[in-house]
C-alpha cells in the first residue's frame, strides 16, 4: 500500500522567512512524487515533480528515499504563496493510483 | 487546448433527493479520479477509473455513491438520497503520464 503523510495542517510563517513543507511516504516501489497547490478561488495545480528536478516559484524539494521525504522548501517566503498545498505520490511505472497526502495550509504574514 | 470540465458548478438539492454530477476529462487521458473536499478539510479519494474499469473504489463513503465511465471519456458519479453531509466540493482529474490536471469542481449543497 501507498500512504502520503503531511504532518502540518496549518503552518504560518512571516513573510520572508524560510518555508519546509514536510512530506513523508511509504511505498515499498519506485516511487514519483508531486506537489500540488490551490491558490484561493483557483484550481487544483501541478507545483512540481521529483523528475523535472526544476525550481518552480522558488520553490525546490528533493526527494530523499533514504528517508522516505519530498519536503517542500522555499528561501524566502512570499505573500503570494499562501496556499493550500498537496504532496502526492504514484507509481513511476504508470497506470497506478496516485495517493494524496492530507494538505498543509501555508499562511504567509505580512 | 479545453481543460477538465466539471458539470454542474454549483448543485442545491434536497436532503433525501439524487444528484448526478458530471466530468469531461482531457481528451485522450486515460485516468480519471473523483475526489472530495469538505470546508477547511483536504482531498478525500473517492474513486479512480483505468479507462472504463474501475481498479480502486476504495473511497466510496457509502452504498449511496456510485460513479461510472463510458467510452473512456465522460464520467458521472451519482449520489443517491443525498444526506447534509454529503455537502463539499466534488473535484474531478484526468490524468497524463502521471500529471494530475483538475477541474474546477461542483459545489454540492444538500438542504
Known amino acids: 500500500a501507498q500512504r502520503v503523510t503531511q504532518p502540518e495542517k496549518l503552518l504560518s510563517v512571516f513573510k520572508g522567512a524560510p518555508v519546509e513543507l514536510k512530506c513523508n511516504y511509504s511505498y515499498s516501489g519506485s516511487p514519483e512524487l508531486f506537489w500540488y497547490v490551490q491558490y484561493s478561488r483557483q484550481r487544483l495545480q501541478l507545483l512540481l515533480r521529483h523528475i523535472s528536478r526544476e525550481s518552480i516559484k522558488g520553490f525546490t524539494a528533493d526527494l530523499n528515499k533514504g528517508e522516505t521525504s519530498f519536503h517542500l522548501k522555499k528561501p524566502f517566503a512570499q505573500e503570494e504563496d499562501s496556499a493550500m498545498y498537496y504532496c502526492a505520490l504514484t507509481d513511476s511505472g504508470g497506470y497506478q493510483k496516485v495517493t494524496f497526502g492530507t494538505g498543509t495550509k501555508l499562511q504567509v504574514i505580512p | 487546448g479545453a481543460g477538465v470540465s466539471q458539470s454542474p458548478s454549483n448543485k442545491v438539492t434536497e436532503k433525501g433527493k439524487d444528484v448526478e454530477l458530471r466530468c469531461d476529462p482531457i481528451?485522450?487521458?486515460?485516468?480519471l479520479y473523483w475526489y472530495r473536499q469538505s470546508l477547511g478539510q483536504g482531498l478525500e479519494f473517492l474513486i479512480y477509473?483505468?479507462?472504463?474499469?474501475?481498479?480502486?473504489k476504495s473511497g466510496l463513503p457509502s452504498d449511496r455513491f456510485s460513479a461510472e465511465r463510458t467510452g473512456g471519456s465522460v464520467s458521472t458519479l451519482t449520489i443517491q438520497r443525498t444526506q447534509q453531509e454529503d455537502s463539499a466540493v466534488y473535484l474531478c482529474?484526468?490524468?497524463?503520464?502521471?500529471?494530475?490536471?483538475f477541474g474546477p469542481g461542483t459545489r454540492l449543497t444538500v438542504l
Open positions: 481528451s485522450g487521458h486515460t485516468a
Open positions: 482529474a484526468s490524468s497524463f503520464h502521471n500529471e494530475q490536471f
Open positions: 477509473f483505468q479507462g472504463n474499469s474501475a481498479p480502486d
